[in-house]
């Protein structure tokens, strides 16, 4: 509580960067069980974390859904982030090599 407070004083753009990243914790842990169970399950909740720490983000309020960015900038890097994803699993499935280890996040990417 105060700690967090006297460092956003303190350090305005450490804690904004911070906080930019914490939706990448969540990928820290679900990439490698994704990988060493083949879940389908993992691999979209780690594609999802992914996708929030580039910026989107889906707000949930009474009768209301809000799915999105907040601004242009966010909406830019998920937009090359995923076509960049997309462009890597699209070239290997053409060139027929298809990696165990990315088995679990075909679902999640091709969405």
């Keep these: ?3 967090v407070r006297l460092l956003d004083r303190k350090y305005p753009k450490v804690m904004g960067h911070l906080a930019r990243m914490a939706p990448m914790v969540p990928a820290l842990y679900t990439v490698p069980l994704a990988i060493l169970h ?5 691999g979209y909740a ?3 974390s992914i996708l929030a720490a580039l910026g989107f983000g889906v707000w949930v309020f009474p009768f209301c859904y809000c799915i999105g ?20 699993f699209c070239s290997l ?7 165990a280890v990315l088995e679990p996040f075909v679902g999640a990417v091709s969405v």
Aim: glycine share 14%; net charge negative; with cysteine.
């Design 1 to 3: 509580g105060a700690a």
């Design 38 to 42: 083949g879940s389908n399950l993992f």
């Design 46 to 48: 780690a594609t999802a």
């Design 69 to 88: 960015w907040q601004n242009d900038d966010q909406m830019g890097r998920t937009a090359v982030a995923c076509g960049l994803g997309l462009s890597v």
């Design 93 to 99: 499935r053409v060139a027929a090599i298809e990696p």
